[in-house]
T-cell receptor, first 114, second 114 residues
Framework: DTAVSQTPKYLVTQMGNDKSIKCEQNLGHDTMYWYKQDSKKFLKIMFSYNNKELIINETVPNRFSPKSPDKAHLNLHINSLELGDSAVYFC?????????????FGSGTQLSVL | SQQGEEDPQALSIQEGENATMNCSYKTSINNLQWYRQNSGRGLVHLILIRSNEREKHSGRLRVTLDTSKKSSSLLITASRAADTASYFCATDAKSGGSQGNLIFGKGTKLSVKP
């Protein structure tokens, strides 16, 4: 069974559209994340939820809205897509104890905005 | 803000040689982690070293941490073609605005030639 699964793997869409990426983890972790990896492979945190509560909200346009219906799911909805949103988006999960534990990553969603 | 910086950005070696990658960071940390990313895939956790540890081994991997210099190194011994990937260090900051999440460096792209 895949530990962290995100769908879809590829997403090609037109500018201005609204799209969602789903993420689920079956590891029993209490914390989930969304990271964005740009074309230069730089990985940047976007959001983090701990027990369904938003704990990290980096400087991200408010067109991006995360939603965590339960501890095992963290979805990402993006409104009015722009060309600059093209990137690979990774979901991850971990436990929070004394510091951040190791992250388990999904396989990524490659978003292409045309 | 970016915490870790890997060095070198790219490294090309022959199979059987050792590969050393370095990471420098800026603030006090709870732990430092190393991840591997194969092309087109998600990141995979390799090793976690806590701030009170100086060295850790896992198979052919050896990680050192020098908190006085705010630096870490990852050594891969007897490299194989399958080790070809990008390697990232990530830090869990102890305080400040980055608590609760891992901040990744830009990565070292390792190429191991058969």
């Amino acid at each position: 069974d895949t530990a962290v699964s995100q769908t879809p793997k590829y997403l090609v869409t037109q500018m201005g559209n609204d799209k969602s990426i789903k993420c689920e983890q079956n590891l029993g972790h209490d914390t989930m994340y969304w990271y964005k990896q740009d074309s230069k492979k730089f990985l940047k945190i976007m959001f983090s939820y701990n027990n369904k509560e938003l704990i990290i909200n980096e400087t991200v346009p408010n067109r991006f809205s995360p939603k965590s219906p339960d501890k095992a799911h963290l979805n990402l909805h993006i409104n009015s897509l722009e060309l600059g949103d093209s990137a690979v988006y990774f979901c991850a999960s971990s436990t929070l104890g004394t510091g951040v534990g190791k992250l388990f990553f999904g396989s990524g969603t490659q978003l292409s905005v045309l | 803000s970016q915490q870790g910086e890997e060095d070198p950005q790219a490294l090309s070696i022959q199979e059987g040689e050792n590969a050393t990658m370095n990471c420098s960071y800026k603030t006090s940390i709870n732990n430092l982690q190393w991840y591997r990313q194969n092309s087109g895939r998600g990141l995979v956790h390799l090793i976690l070293i806590r701030s009170n540890e100086r060295e850790k081994h896992s198979g052919r991997l050896r990680v050192t941490l020098d908190t006085s210099k705010k630096s870490s190194s990852l050594l891969i011994t007897a490299s194989r073609a399958a080790d070809t990937a990008s390697y990232f260090c990530a830090t869990d900051a102890k305080s400040g605005g980055s608590q609760g999440n891992l901040i990744f460096g830009k990565g070292t792209k390792l190429s191991v030639k058969p």
